[in-house]
């Protein structure tokens, strides 16, 4: 049975969509069967796989009963890694979804069916706290956090994990902490190695040992619609997070 998994952090640009985009593919290339969903409006996971031009439908369509998850999946460029994908539309979902029942149960009931076909299924969150937040959580079994190592981080994380005790008090009361991904990180900045540390110190063993490191091709493989760990697998960054799909499998006693 597969493990639904929300990479989430309210503050913007910390590396929510680089992590589910480079991840999800790491993890498909060790010939794992993983869906990535696409839940932040923007649609720049969408976009970083290059799949635009194959998109009739999107995530919203689904939220909203006018297609199937059947309908809108799509396979990647990695034959086992499949994505739903999004467009802005979805914007109009968190308006929509106001006046139905059970509203933040919707994403759970329409991933749930897929568990048995994947081994992960990670979610993209928004960088707010909305209807589609509140729906990847209650999903969700654990939550993914990347913080990027620059000031103001202690405070971002602090803020999530007391926003997730509320989710789990209310909503999902077995909602886990899968780990925090340290993001954007430079040895040589006396500043980054500062919040690492001081990240480390207050939430120890949920801090991967995996560093994601600052580096120029991550955020220039989207623009060629592909991962990274694709576009140029031996860059710091590709490298960054190959090693931590082998230490989430090794986490999960599951071979790299």
């Known amino acids: 049975m597969g493990k639904i998994i929300a990479i989430t952090n309210q503050k913007g640009g910390v590396g929510k969509t680089t992590t589910a985009l480079n991840l999800s593919a790491s993890l498909a290339l060790a010939n794992e069967n993983i869906l990535v969903v696409d839940s932040d409006p923007q649609g720049n996971l969408t976009s970083s796989f290059g799949l635009r031009s194959r998109m009739n439908s999107g995530l919203y369509e689904v939220y909203t009963g006018k297609a199937t998850v059947e309908d809108v999946m799509l396979q990647t460029l990695i034959p086992n890694l499949y994505i739903l994908p999004t467009t802005m539309d979805l914007f109009a979902a968190e308006i929509e979804l106001l006046d139905k029942a059970d509203r933040e149960m919707t994403l759970k009931n329409m991933l749930k069916p897929l568990k048995k076909k994947f081994r992960y299924i990670f979610i993209d969150c928004p960088p707010s706290f909305g209807l589609l937040t509140l729906n990847a959580l209650v999903a969700a079994e654990s939550v993914l956090v990347p913080v990027q190592c620059e000031y103001f981080a202690m405070e971002g994380v602090s803020l999530l994990i007391k926003l997730l005790w509320r989710i789990r008090g209310s909503f999902n009361e077995t909602l886990d902490m899968e780990g925090i991904l ?55 960054g590709a490298q960054g997070y190959i090693a931590l799909a082998k230490e989430i499998l090794n986490e999960n006693n599951l071979l790299f």
Do not use: C, W
């Not at 001081?198 to 994601?212: E, L, N, W």
């Open 182 to 236: 340290l993001t954007m990180y430079n040895r040589h900045i006396a500043l980054s190695r500062q919040i690492s540390e001081d990240v480390r110190k207050m939430f120890k063993s949920k801090v991967y040992d995996t560093v994601i490191p600052r580096n120029i091709i991550l955020a220039e493989s989207p623009s060629h619609g592909k991962p990274a760990v694709l576009y140029a697998p031996n860059s710091s």
